[in-house]
């Protein structure tokens, strides 16, 4: 393509394309040319949202130069590309990553305050693109972040919601949601008007016969409505490469709305068509491993799979390619289940549109997907009725039931003896109505499947997938342990940190390789360096402390252990056994004589997190947290020996002020629960320690830092089966110092006990799922052993150090090669200039 278009043309483009600002002369000009054009300000009306419009647009011009370079040398260069479906992409804020990535931040901040702006008033000016619930949507981001940092040919694919999770007030107590519109004035996104795709519902499917006898599906009528593309520029840190990310909005097919009806004078039924369109990609589903199985969930997920498929064979088409060559070109990764249908939509593009044989086709299907699953949580796994697949998707539906007919006559063949393992792993499970396993789809259509955590992909292979194991063989399961970036998490969230560990490694390399953090291990006995350490972290600590201050009123110490839990609310992840640990020492404290408080070791308990707004059991942890902290933190007799407090709220920005800012953050949920987590690694990458149970990644965190800086409790995740089986069977008796936090509740302490009672009685009355009690004294003790630790500061400190320089292998770098040396066989691209 390139070699056909004329040197003179080619000539006056070269000369007249857009240049890049280089240093902060050039930010200056570009930054007060936008507010005085673009946004139509001045220096006597530029407020400090203005000011980041400003900042963000000149920004966004240099990425948009790169971005385009990028688009161009991928296309041309016509090398295998990584498409990431996720229904979630949790990004938080763009601008001062976007500085950060290409190396201008200073040159901004000393422009900004030329022209009279501090640089952290005009970041915080950003709201957080938050299209997503927890780890699995920031997990999406993370991974656009080392695609593009590792010169990776990838592009993701989302829904533009217009509403993205609820922001979260705390009132009375309790949790309200306010609706998160934040679309208006958000410069990141391109919309692609030109880019459309118009997808298919409900109708039905006609069989014909063609003249050479072979049988045509034809999906006839039905409703249509209109997909268009927004792009989303995604840098790299110190390189060229700027990825996309194209989110579709839904609108009714026919444009602004039906002008036949409008015209017919059914004004209102016009535009009620419009808005049921648009209720397709309005709001992000507020569930974290929760699926509920509503027909708008199922519509999204078509639309958005539908859409993204048609794009993509779009774009293959016009390398005039054979088909076979489909897996050599593109690699799927599906970010769990809720991206299944894609692989159905493939299948259905290659047979019933582009006239594929079933064999054919579904090789290249296999070929091209890979499926991550993220949860073993049984309330998590998708599952679709048979009626409703019917009703909005018949030809899909079908593709569905051939697609285990096939597979169940090759187990068949496979195990002619064993009975049951045909049902057992059947893509419909027989109940009423039927249902469609998507887990199982996603595995039959993939070539490799894995999980997010050494535990978690072992729970997978022996228990949830085992059959699929026996008939697949291992090699197509694995694992791959979650990460981070350390650019956000690190760089981005803890600047002074990220300089202390530059200057003593000699340089910023390690944001590109985490490895290289091993090297700051020599230092743990360098008297500065420990006492520069050990500052940041009081810096931290003061700015958290800030934020706290501003937020709720509350002075808390900064001398005081910070001890955090902040991640969705979920009762498997058991903030209730947390607040009942408060509880505890509360009763504790209040038990002593003058004397002994003076032992005590000063802490402020903090808590942050939103539940899902149909979770009610969620909804009263975070009711009693609440509750707690207003008669704890009044009380007298305790004074700055504890403080709980809860912040409201949490999403990403308010993640890199947290983080940095713990002493010791906790990750406790019940053995064999947590896929991975992933805050884990971003407290002790930020010089925090942490309490933690045997589950999901705290078990390689463990193995990677070493036993002695971890403080672990709890029973093991082989023992958990065993346990809730004796509880079952009436086989329980309450841990006595639990017994005392409940009686505490019991006799309305901390108001009316009937709040409560519900959460008490999971616990007492109804098998204790959770294992609360069970682990209840071992979590009691583990934090008398943390207060004992943080009272010798200089072995803490060292700790610490030591944790942190042995963090390296949790880069969501080494993650993302692994995924393209072992799943999506893609090799980097760098960007020429
Ligand atoms: C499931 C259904 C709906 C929405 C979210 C989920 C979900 C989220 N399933 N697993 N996750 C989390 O994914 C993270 C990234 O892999 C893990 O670190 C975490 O342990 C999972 O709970």
């Known amino acids: 393509v390139e070699a056909t278009i004329p040197e003179p043309l080619r000539e006056a483009w070269r000369k ?31 407020d400090e949202l203005a000011a980041y419009s400003g900042t963000a647009l000149a920004f966004r011009d240099r990425l948009i130069i790169e971005w385009n370079k990028t688009q161009q040398r991928q296309t041309f260069t016509d090398q295998k590309r990584v498409y990431y479906l996720s229904l979630e992409f949790l990004m938080g804020r763009a601008l001062d990553n976007a500085m950060l990535n290409v190396g201008m931040k200073d040159a901004a901040r000393e422009g900004l305050a030329d022209l009279g702006f501090r ?17 699995l949507g920031r997990l999406a981001a993370c991974f656009l972040d080392s695609m593009a940092t590792l010169n990776y040919p990838a592009w ?12 979260q007030e705390i009132v009375n107590g309790y949790q309200v949601e306010i609706p998160d519109y934040w679309l208006d004035n958000n410069p990141w996104e391109f919309p692609r008007h030109e880019i459309t795709v118009d997808i298919q519902f409900y109708g039905n499917v006609k069989k014909y016969q063609d003249e050479n006898g072979k049988i045509i599906h034809s999906w006839e009528d039905g409703e249509v409505v209109q997909a268009t593309a927004y792009d989303v520029p995604i840098p790299g840190y110190g390189t060229k490469t700027t990825n996309n990310l194209r989110l579709w909005s839904s609108k009714a097919s026919s444009g602004e709305f039906d002008f036949q009806k409008f015209n017919a004078g059914d004004y209102e039924s016009a535009v009620a068509d419009q808005q049921n369109a648009e ?19 199922l519509k999204q997920q078509y639309f958005w799979c539908a859409a993204s498929l048609f794009d993509i064979v779009r774009r293959f088409k016009k390398t005039k390619r054979a088909w076979n060559e489909f897996p050599e070109q593109i690699a799927i990764q599906l970010n769990d289940t809720h991206p299944t249908l894609a692989i159905v939509e493939l299948q259905r593009i290659l047979i019933d549109k582009e006239g594929l044989e079933w064999d054919e086709a579904w090789s290249i299907v296999t070929k091209t997907f890979s499926y991550t699953n993220h949860t073993v949580l049984p309330e998590a796994l998708e599952k679709w009725s048979v009626p409703l697949l019917q009703n909005l998707l018949p030809r899909h539906l079908q593709i569905i039931y051939e697609v285990n007919l096939f597979f169940l006559q090759s187990v068949e063949k496979r195990f002619p003896k064993d009975r049951d393992i045909l049902s057992r792993v059947s893509i419909i499970e027989e109940s009423h109505p039927k249902m469609v396993r998507m887990a199982y789809l996603a595995i039959i259509g993939s070539h490799k499947v894995n999980g997010v955590a050494e535990l978690h992909s072992d729970l997978l292979k022996t228990t949830l997938f085992k059959d699929f194991v026996e008939i697949y063989g291992p090699d197509r399961f694995m694992n791959v342990t979650n990460g981070i970036t350390p650019r956000r998490w690190l760089h981005q969230a803890n600047p002074r940190l990220s300089a202390l560990i530059a200057e003593k490694l000699g340089s910023y390399d390690f944001l590109k390789d985490l490895t290289l953090l091993d090297k700051i291990e020599a230092f743990v006995d360098d008297k500065a360096f420990r006492e520069e350490w050990s500052t940041i972290k009081r810096e931290n600590k003061l700015r958290l402390a800030k934020h706290i201050k501003s937020t709720t009123g509350f002075d808390v110490n900064p001398n005081a252990l910070f001890d955090v839990q902040v991640k969705r609310i979920h009762e498997y992840k058991r903030q209730q056994l947390n607040i009942f640990g408060v509880i505890h020492r509360y009763l504790s ?22 539940a899902a707004p149909g979770y009610w059991m969620a909804k009263t942890i975070i009711h009693l947290i609440n509750k707690v902290a207003e008669v704890v933190n009044k009380d007298p007799e305790i004074g700055d020996l504890l403080k709980v407090i809860f912040i409201e709220d949490y999403n990403v920005s308010k993640a890199e002020i947290i983080c940095p800012a713990s002493d010791i953050s906790e990750h406790i949920s019940t053995a064999g629960t947590e896929g991975s987590g992933t805050s884990n690694m971003k407290f002790v990458l930020n010089g925090g320690l942490i309490i933690g149970t045997c589950d999901g990644a705290n078990i390689e965190i463990t193995r990677e830092i070493g036993e002695q800086n971890i403080f672990l409790f709890g029973n093991l995740s082989e023992d958990v089966e065993d346990l809730r089986h004796r509880h079952f069977y009436g086989d329980f008796k309450l841990d006595p110092q639990l017994e005392r936090v409940f009686d505490a509740i019991k006799s309305n302490t901390f108001g009316d006990q009937g709040d409560f009672s519900a959460l008490t009685a999971s616990i007492e009355e109804h098998g204790d799922y959770y294992l609360v009690s069970d682990d209840f004294n071992s979590y009691i003790t583990t934090h008398e052993m943390v207060d004992e630790a943080f009272q010798n ?10 944790s942190v320089a042995r963090m390296g292998f949790f880069s969501m770098d080494r993650v993302t090669n692994e995924y393209a040396d072992s799943i999506w066989n893609v090799e980097p691209l760098p960007v020429r200039d």
Request: glycine content about 8%; proline content about 2%; some cysteine.
């Open 279 to 297: 209720t397709i990609s309005a709001v992000l589903y507020p569930n974290d491993n929760l699926e509920r199985g509503k027909e708008l969930r």
């Open 119 to 135: 640089i952290e008033d005009v970041i915080n000016q950003e709201h957080d693109a938050a299209l997503g619930n927890g780890g």
């Open 156 to 167: 993701g694919y989302g829904l533009r919601y217009r509403y993205g999770i609820f922001k």
């Open 793 to 802: 500061q200089e072995e803490w400190l060292a700790k610490s150090i030591t």
């Open 16 to 46: 007249h394309s857009a240049n890049e600002f280089t240093n902060k002369e050039e930010f200056e000009t570009e930054l007060v040319r936008h507010i005085e054009t673009t946004l139509a300000r001045s220096l006597y009306n530029c």
């Open 589 to 610: 404290i209040k038990a002593m004589s003058d004397e002994e408080k003076k032992k005590v070791v000063p802490r402020v308990s903090i808590f942050g997190g939103k």
